[in-house]
């Protein structure tokens, strides 16, 4: 789980750690920019042990990413 909270349909900057033991990115760090909020709740995958990240920090885009 994770102290970052979402607000719902917003563009973040968002790093993320691996905190599989098992894997080989175990206690790497990874940023996401530009990451969607979707419906408030994001979750990121490693993609390699395809865990759930535990996510460190998210700073809101300002200003936000242009969407066509
Ligand atoms: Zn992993």
Do not use: H
């Not at 990115?25 to 530009?34: H, I, L, R, T």
Request: one cysteine or more; a negative charge; glycine letters at 8%.
């Amino acid at each position: 789980m994770s102290d970052v909270t979402f607000q719902p349909g917003l563009w973040y900057d968002v790093t993320a750690r691996d905190d599989n033991p098992e894997c080989v990115n175990f206690g790497k760090e990874f940023e996401v920019n530009p990451c969607y909020s979707n419906g408030g709740i994001v979750v990121i995958e490693c993609g390699l042990c395809k865990q759930t990240m535990t996510i460190l920090k998210a700073i809101l885009l300002d200003p936000q990413p242009e969407v066509s």
